[in-house]
């Protein structure tokens, strides 16, 4: 069994930064991808960033130039840096793993339970 554990949400002003991280429980055999969601209330979960093993980074439009996704892959974690915040950015941010816990197992989804962040005007 694999938990995800997210860190680094809080309260901040328009304007502002924030860090999330994101690690593992345990060592993971492989990972394919690392990534981080987000979702509002009353909206869907949206792909907010990832990154592949290789290093290839992909960003949702609205946060392009104010995010950046990076990982660490000897500690299997993955950060989010956030820069100019807006009042839209507030939303749960979500971690997911996507890997193989062990040479054996399945390709797999790993989610952690989510970490606030709000944005204030």
């Known amino acids: 069994q694999v938990q995800v554990v997210e860190s680094g949400g809080g309260l901040v002003q328009a304007g502002g930064s924030l860090r999330l991280s994101c690690a593992t429980s345990?060592?993971?055999?492989?990972?394919?991808?690392m990534g981080w969601y987000r979702q509002a209330p009353g909206k869907q979960r949206e792909l907010v960033a990832s990154?592949?093993?290789?290093?290839?980074?992909n960003y949702v439009d609205s946060v392009k130039g104010r995010f950046t996704i990076s990982r660490d892959n000897a500690k299997n974690s993955v950060y989010l840096q956030m820069n100019s915040l807006k009042p839209e950015d507030t939303a749960v941010y979500y971690c997911?793993?996507?890997?193989?816990?062990?040479?054996?197992?399945?390709?797999?989804?790993?989610w952690g339970q989510g970490t606030q962040v709000t944005v204030s005007s």
């Open positions: 997911n793993i996507n890997g193989r816990v062990t040479f054996a197992s399945s390709r797999s989804d790993y």
């Open positions: 345990r060592s993971i055999f492989s990972i394919n991808s």
């Open positions: 990154i592949t093993s290789g290093g290839s980074t």
